[in-house]
């Protein structure tokens, strides 16, 4: 797995070996950042299911200011680390070992707003509807912010009255879904 673009452009990072993580497939992680390409820029990006923190670390790669990750597995949150550090990213980088949705709950108590909020959930898992929730009543996303779903084709995207489907791509069996705080 590599880094596509930006100051650590085709840099290789390692992906943790004792879990079955299945990392972004080129193809969908250029379509994601390229629909992001005029807004992550200075970002605050939030990476919610980290796994080897591929999404966050090449939003830094390209510009955004900071990433924080989320994730449950002690080796995930390690293998993040160790690949922030491997491109010079440490300081822009922090780290959350713990679920999606206490993640979200600390976050919105340390008063912490994010730009972009990456959710990669495993495929199938029943996390989409349950983050979703999770977002809904905790008010992390800033009011110009974006939220990007990588998700399976059979993983459903409720409807949730707070956010509005702006977008949304497919690549073979899997959707890119960008949503935006609802207008009130």
């Not at 950042?33 to 670390?57: C, P, T």
Request: hydrophobic share 40%; aromatic share 8%.
């Amino acid at each position: 797995m590599r880094i596509i673009s930006g100051t650590a452009g085709g840099r290789h990072i390692k992906i943790p070996k004792s879990l079955p993580i299945v990392p972004s497939a080129g193809k969908v992680k250029m379509a994601l950042f390229e629909i992001l390409k005029y807004e992550i820029g200075g970002a605050r990006v939030l990476d919610l299911y980290g796994g080897s923190g591929n999404l966050g670390l090449e939003a830094v790669s390209r510009g955004a200011a900071k990433a924080v990750f989320s994730d449950n597995e002690p080796d995930c949150i390690k293998t993040i680390k160790e690949n922030a550090a491997l491109l010079g990213f440490s300081s822009q980088v922090e780290c959350y070992l713990t679920d999606a949705e206490r993640a979200v709950e600390q976050l919105e108590k340390a008063g912490e707003k994010f730009d972009i909020i990456i959710i990669d959930p495993p495929y199938l898992s029943g996390q989409v509807s349950l983050i979703l929730k999770s977002l809904e009543s905790h008010d992390i996303l800033g009011n110009e912010g974006v939220m990007v779903f990588k998700r399976d084709s059979k993983d459903e995207v409720p409807e949730i009255p707070a956010f509005e489907k702006v977008k949304e791509k497919r690549y073979g069996g899997t959707y890119l879904t960008f949503l935006r705080k609802a207008k009130k």
